[in-house]
């Protein structure tokens, strides 16, 4: 590995690390390379107070996973609610048209009839006013 790369990557964990600092503000001091009785117990404080935040962040994870699975589950209802009813407005649809083309040959057969009757009458007349 290069110097230059190397310098590279130290100056970004320094960015990183002066960006995160804050996080850091409660960590122990070391005395001679050996953590004090006092600091152990502030550690363990800390480390207790964040297994209980993990347990409650995974709580409300669990909580949070069942309100979606519950979600996609009305979801899929949902959907297949609206592929039975786009099923049966296709079915009613091709029904109404079959229907309406039927109404509308029977009216045209009607009116040929009542055509039929009606120049059937007109010849009649016809004939007896000619006579």
Do not use: C, P
């Not at 790369?5 to 320094?14: G, Q």
């Not at 004090?36 to 994870?61: F, W």
């Amino acid at each position: 590995m290069s110097e230059k790369s190397l310098l590279e990557r130290l100056e970004v964990r320094n960015a990183v690390e002066a960006h995160y600092k804050e996080l850091f503000q409660d960590i122990i001091t070391l005395d001679s390379n050996n953590i004090t009785t006092s600091s152990n117990a502030q550690m363990n404080t800390i480390v207790e107070k964040y297994r209980e935040e993990l347990k409650s962040k995974d709580k409300d994870i669990n909580r949070l996973q069942e309100i979606l699975d519950v979600m996609n589950k009305n979801n899929e209802r949902l959907n297949d609610e609206i592929i039975s009813m786009t099923i049966e407005n296709n079915v009613l649809e091709d029904k109404f048209n079959t229907l309406n083309e039927e109404h509308n040959k029977l009216v045209q057969r009607w009116l040929s009839k009542v055509q039929q009757d009606a120049d059937a009458m007109n010849a009649t007349i016809e004939s007896r006013g000619s006579r």
